[in-house]
């Protein structure tokens, strides 16, 4: 009786321990403005593994003023190579897979269903990142012009910087 209720108890135990694991993962993203990071479906690049973020103490992003975060469910942090599940807040099939031999330890990717064309999961990412507002400033970012990197309301673009021709220059000065 006594081995039962220990077997029991050691089962809930796996079970309780399995649903509280997960793991926070990061994309670094630009910034739209002094106040909003850039958060639109070309921001996010496809490889053939899906999108790729890396666990925190992973993430080393120092070109990016701004990142992102996504949490996988199910998971513990740095597991076996193809473990996978699912990214809370994102429709069911979207998951997080642990992909170290894509981008070294820490790397995730962040996938569709099958037979999801990368359109569609950008989409979907840009629609999580807004509605769960996660973006949040990027604290390897090593250059200069801070941003708040807020999450906008809606998908926005990027800074754009202004190229001025000579001829434009010169008539910028002129009365």
């Not at 429709?91 to 569609?120: F, K, L, M």
């Not at 950008?122 to 996660?134: M, R």
Request: proline share 6%; aromatic share 6%; charged share 15%.
């Amino acid at each position: 009786m006594k081995i039962k209720s220990a077997t029991i108890l050691a089962a809930t135990l796996l079970s309780c321990s399995m649903l509280a694991a997960q793991v926070t993962v990061y994309r670094g993203t630009g910034r739209g403005n002094a106040a909003y990071a850039t958060i639109n479906d070309s921001q996010w690049r496809i490889d053939p593994d899906g999108m790729s973020t890396f666990e925190g103490p992973n993430f080393n992003v120092p070109d990016k003023r701004c990142k992102v975060s996504f949490v996988i469910l199910g998971v513990n942090s740095l597991p076996p190579q193809g473990t996978t599940g699912q990214v809370q807040g994102m429709p069911t099939g979207y998951v997080g897979e642990y992909t170290p031999q894509h981008g070294g330890n820490g790397h995730w990717s962040i996938r569709a269903p099958a037979g999801t064309v990368d359109a569609t999961l950008q989409q979907a990412i840009t629609t999580y990142v807004i509605a769960q507002q996660v973006a949040s400033i990027n604290n390897t970012y090593t250059g200069g012009r801070r941003s708040q990197c807020q999450t906008p309301a809606a998908p926005n673009l990027a800074i754009r910087p202004v190229k001025r021709t000579a001829k434009a220059s010169r008539g910028a000065g002129a009365i």
